[in-house]
């Protein structure tokens, strides 16, 4: 009960040191029902998550997780849709800022600490709610290669090999923990950046469906997952090749079918 | 009880993550006591809804709530007529900011992002309530086709081929889907676009009849139903070829004879 | 109890989606102890609305409840009086500046449309209460001819063949329809519009004494009503034709004694 | 105790569609414990007020509720006497700026209106409370004759052929009544603006002195009234015929006497 | 209890028409623990007021009560002493800005009821708490002679022969009013006018000694009070003469001594 | 508990008329733990305060409760030393603002009086919280000589000959007032200017030390105390004659040991 | 219980004089999780704190509580990293500034105080929640040579020999001065500037490293801690001699072996 006393006002401490309101949209996003998986390897990075058509009815092209920021860099949004979007619409904003002040595409990292400081502000001030998303942005740096980055609505954020948000985020997290290990060769102290440099594209791919199947225990179709992906493998098609791409259904379908026939 | 701590500040988390006002909003949808239904073929998307007349001395001229967009968009609005009008002129004004702008028509779909965002700074900031109502917009897209798109006070929308709003939202998407699968000849995986291309002006118009007519077990007369229609249709007088046009009394009783007779 | 906490708030929702406040505003209209009725017919609208005096004293000519707006538009408001002279005063000052604007005066629905518009902000903002005010406007449309439009608090408008506001609002609107299906000679299906039309100036003035009188079983006399007309038809005097007026003691007279040996 | 809940915010309505703040404020004018009479006849207007001198060593000079607004024109103000001199001021201010823009003095019901309508904003914005004043004012109208108004903290102005504000307002308006019909010859259906032009000067100086001390049951010495007056009477003195004065001692001394050996 | 719904929001009437904050104003008065005296005659008028030094240490020139405002005005000041200077810098301000726009010094009823127009504004707006102290103002108007002016946080003013502040105001009003009455020879109706206008003033000092002294029970010595002069008598200095001043201590003794000499 | 309705409204009187949260800033004094001393002579104006270092390994060179305001004045702060630096920022602005505007250095009433203003406007206002401060001024005024101001939250400030604040602002006043009357040879009625009149530079800082050392009945250490000094004594250095300066260690070392030797 | 009427408000003191806000603040540092050390000696000063990589696949080159402010200054944070960020990028803001306005690098003092003073405000005004956040500069003025500052959410600063902030604060404090104590052979009275001028860059990097591994009872590994360093000894690198740098594994392997042998 003594909680009422501090969420309602977004900008206080609680007398232990905690900010409700940033906890709650937590709350909000696994609450929303779905995961999101990210992995990057040696030269590419890509995003996977469920699609989900609550309506058969209703037109699945016109929803999507899945946004593009830059024509090399994209993201997944986990949590409320409307929220969504309008973090998009922010982070394309202070992108194309960037392009005009400084003469080249912000980094993804860039990218990632100053949507951050954006919802810091949100946590410390009044006048509005955080947003109730979690943001994984992909995207391909030209000196460090594949970057993902995962913001919160408490305005932190911080880059991975792998990872994962929503419903399910531990659960993935945890799987793809496992994974990295078994690729590693079941050693105790696996270096994390060895083992992604290790996987190439197609096994990228791989381990990201595998990590969404596993969790929902459950042989996705075409329709029922999104993928993006930025690779500058020599396997991706040439004028693709470094961009920010959403598969359409016939690649996910290939993908799928590889997944399954490996077992 | 402890709800009423969250739900008198628009913009604040429940400790589960939700926003309540967002929920009431959409319960003054449901309460306000219509339906309103919306189909897409071929070449033709059509809105259908209620015409209540609570009060036999009320002028039945002055009361819609089908309102054109641009002269190729149109909407069916369900929820607090006031709020309706609000956001009908919000619409128009960022129609022809858009035709100002660019030189041509806005699309349905990006009317329709535009109009969701603005629901959602709703639900973000504290300033003004969301908005008690459900807008669906048809129109024709001149690379796409027929369009319909629903927008919810949480600033959510998407395209569907067919769907319904209010009070018997539930029960009319449910026939919708029913009809589908029977108009697909009872095969399990119906793909819904490839049925809805089947349908040509006359099925859409009988195809939303139904449903509304169904849902509500009533014989509707011409008086009391409303139909929004844009169709490219070779049936479609040349004038209003892809316009959007509200149907006069004599056309809505040809269609609900023809309805009427098919059975 | 629970209601406490949603009405202190303009701009919220109750958890069924209500607004509280502005069902608050009409319980202000229908405690105000006043019945107000409009009539219209082929040629004429009128409005007739009980003249009280609480106060022998006190200055008859100075206590009305109808207002002018426009040279052919005027207006009975029913309700909390102050809240009614401020509205009067932003009606004119619309449509003078409509006038100003377009070159021409402002239509009666073009006028309801646009105060209702303003009283949806005031239940959507917190900055104001809504205004404890329903007000019904006549006038000449010189395409569609006599014209009632009846406004309320929620923002909510439409026209009408005949309606009634106030205390009771709902015995004139149930003894109006009576009258209009006695006047269609009791069949079950009345076009109001036609039974509307077939009425000429007297009829009106008489429908509208009498729909007053029955629902407070008084026989009025010239000093306790007020009655404004606006009408083309060739009885009213060529200098007034078209044009809203109020009548004075001795047509209001002439008219109850009609009425009165009607009997 | 659920009163509480509606009276801390201004602009709100109660479920019974009632504004506290504004009724409470009626409660400090009747609480101020002074009455206020205005009567006016053929040629003139005046009002009387009760001038309580609480303190032996105040000076009588300095303390009145009576001010003038015009050179013709001049009010009683009955309640908070600070709340008062607010209102007098932005009252002086209104005339002013109505001479200044049209050229001529403003007329008693206009300046009556203008400062009715100021109240009622007081009574739909949260700013500020209502004030807690009654004011009567009194006039000559170059057309009508003398005039009186009375507004309240409601923005509610009627005019009045006599009438009272304060702590005995009922009891005074009961007597004026009787007056009135015993001055009609105790008919039942009492003409009041008849009656009142029957009344000389002297008579509506008399109305008023009789009317104060009756409800007080007083026989009030010249230092214990304050009479304002606004006479085109040829008994008044030319050079402030149709002026506004407020009587010196002596003259109210005059007229005590006259009331005194009327009995 | 149901007082706190009222006292936390300052412009809110509670049921029975009362302002609460402004009534806490005056607790804060009478709880300083001071008491101010102020004395008219026929051409001089003083202020006298306790001057308590709560510690030895402390430097008595630092504290006083007694304030000048214009050359020929000044004022006692009881209550809250920071609020009080913040007051006077205001009543400074207005007297200066007077004499620029109008070329000669403010009078003393003008400046009061600016000040007191300036308080009421506090009482009616929610942005500031009413200053907890009571302005008495004596000072030298060439036509009307010596002059005093009591304001309270009300916004109320008025003058008086005598008048008393603080602490035991009541007990001092009594006194004086007996003192009146006394000088007048005993007789019950007092015309305090004509008294104080003949006492010069060497007896208007005495009187405010002995209020002073009477009501605290007191002998008081030369640096246990303050008193403020303005007179135009012939015994006054002539370069003071008209002017405000403090008197020294050495002044205070010796009005002190004829004081105590006279028992 | 009927007190957290007031104290959370900063500008509200309680029903006694008095404002808690200026009475909690008090206590953020008192609960510093600090106890700051200040004594003038003829020549010599000292502040002495504790040092308390809780830690060993801060670095003691940067903790002090000493400022600066100009060349010739400085102040000790008692209570939040964040605040206290805020102040002491405000004061310094006041002075350079001062000099800019008159051309000469800015007196220490003058500036007392600056900032006790500024201080009442923090309790007349919502917008900012009471600064926990007690400031304690001493310089040199060219005409009065060396001076001690003490300004508190309330925007209250007075001069003394001695003063204290802080945890044992009791204790040390009652300690110097004794030893006032000590010093006065023990008669009752002490002139405190007269005795610190003959109280040269040594004496001064002598009675300062004994104070804080008897009040915390401890025999302070060099690094455990701070003292600030204004003298125009000759005994004063000549470059810092008339100028405030902070003792160093070595300074200290020598009057504590001087105070020491005493006993 | 009575807490929560204070808390809700930033701006306003407790009954006791307390500032919760603030107090939660500290309490936001100490529930992070982690503990920071900062230790200066002859020549160097270093920051080390704990490196926690919650996941394993997280990018661990991407999380980091140090942070550099000028190209001779850096600083660990403490507490809610997203504050963190906020406060470097302002403390960035206030170098460059300074540089620009002045023409040479800020002092780490200055930038402490202004940084401190940007905190006090916070706990001031309503706006803004406290920042939860510990800030420990480190850096090289020219004059005094190594620095340490350490500013709290108070708005409170001071200079340090050797630090800690965070969850093992207490504890880390008591270790470092025992380890003075220590240094200076085991003596009551610690001088502790002299201590610290005994110490070489590495005895200040081994002190730090005993002080972190001692509180948490933890061999570090080299990914386990950062460490930050400004030095102007012979031993640093020639091109990063008096820079802030952060030291890469190689080095912090180096150390933390050199620790490990010594015992």
């Given at each position: 009960m003594s909680r009422t006393s501090y969420d309602r006002y977004l900008t206080v401490f609680s007398p232990e040191g905690r900010l409700y309101q940033v906890e709650y949209a937590f709350k909000a996003i696994s609450a929303s029902g779905h995961t999101s998986i990210a992995v990057k390897g040696k030269d590419t990075s890509v995003v996977i998550t469920q699609k989900k058509v609550p309506d058969k009815l209703l037109d699945p092209d016109t929803i999507t997780h899945l946004f593009s920021l830059t024509p090399t860099m994209g993201c997944v949004m986990t949590g409320l849709l409307a929220d969504a979007r309008a973090q998009v619409e922010r982070a394309r904003a202070e992108a194309a800022e960037w392009r005009y002040k400084y003469g080249y595409e912000i980094t993804p990292d860039a990218l990632a600490r100053r949507m951050a400081n954006i919802n810091q502000v949100y946590t410390q001030r009044a006048a509005m709610r955080p947003l109730g998303i979690s943001m994984i942005i992909i995207g391909h740096d030209t000196e460090l290669g594949p970057q993902i980055f995962k913001l919160d609505p408490a305005g932190y954020f911080v880059g991975f090999h792998a990872t994962a948000a929503g419903q399910k985020q531990q659960e993935a997290m945890n799987h793809l923990e496992k994974k990295w290990k078994r690729l590693a060769?079941?050693?105790?102290?696996?270096?994390a950046a060895q083992v992604g440099n290790r996987l190439g594209r197609a096994e990228v791919i791989d381990v990201a469906i595998e990590a969404l199947s596993t969790v929902h225990s459950t042989d996705y179709k075409p329709g029922e997952v999104e993928i993006g992906i930025v690779s500058t493998s020599e396997d991706e098609d040439l004028k693709t090749r470094g961009q920010w791409r959403v598969m359409d259904k016939e690649e996910i379908d290939k993908w799928l079918l590889a997944y399954g026939e490996k077992d």
């Open positions: 060769g079941n050693i105790t102290d696996v270096d």
